[in-house]
């Protein structure tokens, strides 16, 4: 079964990096592509933006350019989400999402269970 | 950027259906996608290209999606369809979302 699973919460002060982790299984992990998504306490999906497992290509949210840096592993399988300068508004749980092919392109088919970054001084 | 927009929140009456809204400019010209999020779990897909049901999906979930308005429906609903419900599209090489209802079976 496909499973996507993420590395556990950080707590980082202002200024700081974070890398998050997602490790695929259950499928062609060079296939699909990934996406993340975060979303602040009490609010709604922010997309952040996506990656090519296949050749590492990139797109991101023309809010984060600059900040963000997305990776993948092919060897384990893995995709990785950096954020530099964190800020207090970067408090999130950042999710890991498999975008789906065929039909249900262009949809997120398969999430992460989600990682807490707090930024906090 | 392209925006879309959703009601807060939404009730409906165990049993009835529940209609939930998505705004935006000529957005029965895109692909729109649903997702169902429940407190602290991650969300889940429940229709994709306006109105197809990914397998496991209740046939209880329908879409649809012309003009300036897409609509999730959720017929005889249930307690465990209460949650928070996203649309999104795909605009200008980015994937836009919603921002979300939430929607009370009472």
């Known amino acids: 079964q496909v499973q996507l699973v993420q590395s556990g919460a950080e707590v980082k002060k202002p200024g700081a990096s974070v890398k998050v982790s997602c490790k695929a299984s259950g499928y062609t992990f060079t296939s699909y592509g990934i996406s993340w998504v975060r979303q602040a306490p009490g609010q709604g999906l922010e997309w952040m933006g996506w990656i090519s497992a296949y050749n590492g290509n990139t797109n991101y949210a023309q809010k984060l350019q600059g900040r963000v840096t997305m990776t993948t592993d092919t060897s384990t399988s893995t995709a990785y989400m950096e954020l530099r300068s964190l800020r207090s508004d970067d408090t999130a749980v950042y999710y890991c999402?498999?975008?789906?092919?065929?039909?249900?392109?262009?949809?997120?088919?398969?999430w992460g269970q989600g990682t807490l970054v707090t930024v906090s001084s | 950027s392209y925006e879309l927009t959703q009601p807060l929140s939404v009730s409906v009456a165990l049993g009835q259906t529940a209609r939930i809204t998505c705004g935006g400019n000529?957005?029965?010209?895109?692909?729109v996608h649903w997702y169902q999020q429940k407190p602290g779990q991650a969300p889940v897909l429940v229709i994709y290209r306006d109105s197809n049901r990914p397998s496991g999906i209740p046939e209880r979930f329908s879409g649809s999606n012309s003009g300036n308005t897409a609509t999730l429906t959720i017929s005889r609903a249930q307690a465990g369809d209460e949650a928070d419900y996203y649309c999104q599209v795909w605009d200008s090489s980015s994937w836009v979302f919603g921002g979300g209802t939430k929607l009370t079976v009472l």
């Open positions: 999402a498999r975008e789906g092919v065929g039909a249900t392109r262009g949809t997120f088919d398969y």
């Open positions: 000529n957005i029965g010209s895109k692909n």
